[in-house]
């Protein structure tokens, strides 16, 4: 950026070590190749992966039902009994694997939950009925 080869600072995220190696080395960068995987970054976020895929490869779709579920709230799949409050964790994690473990309330599944939920929101997890509140 400094000396003034990429366009943008972020622009060195779309090149590979080999490739920044030679953006060093010679000060030139191939600007149509970056545009090119940001176009394809760009792509791949509106991409959304199923919830289910079967040993068979088959592809699984479908929404959960939660009667008496608040609007609003995000349903899903109870795997953790027990209602908590808190704020939103990571996105890698053992949920509900650690959740039975420590007996805390978990739900997973939820649809589209890490674009309707950002980190550091208040939520209200119910564990039992499968349902997340977001709080205000």
Not at 1 to 23: C, N, Q, T, W
Not at 70 to 94: C, D, F
């Amino acid at each position: 950026m400094h000396a003034g080869v990429l366009r943008e600072k972020e622009d060195i995220f779309y090149l590979r070590f080999p490739e920044l190696e030679d953006v060093v080395r010679t000060n030139q960068v191939d600007d149509q190749l970056i545009r090119e995987r940001k176009d394809a970054f760009t792509s791949y976020q509106t991409l959304r992966p199923p919830r289910v895929v079967t040993s068979d490869g088959e592809v699984i779709f479908g929404t959960y039902r939660r009667d008496g579920a608040p609007t609003g709230a995000l349903v899903g799949l109870p795997v953790s009994s027990g209602t908590t409050e808190g704020r939103v964790g990571g996105l890698m994690t053992h949920g509900a694997v650690i959740a039975r473990e420590y007996g805390l309330p978990a739900v997973v599944g939820v649809e589209d939950a890490t674009r309707l939920i950002r980190d550091g929101q208040r939520f209200r997890v119910h564990g039992t009925d499968g349902y997340i509140e977001i709080l205000q």
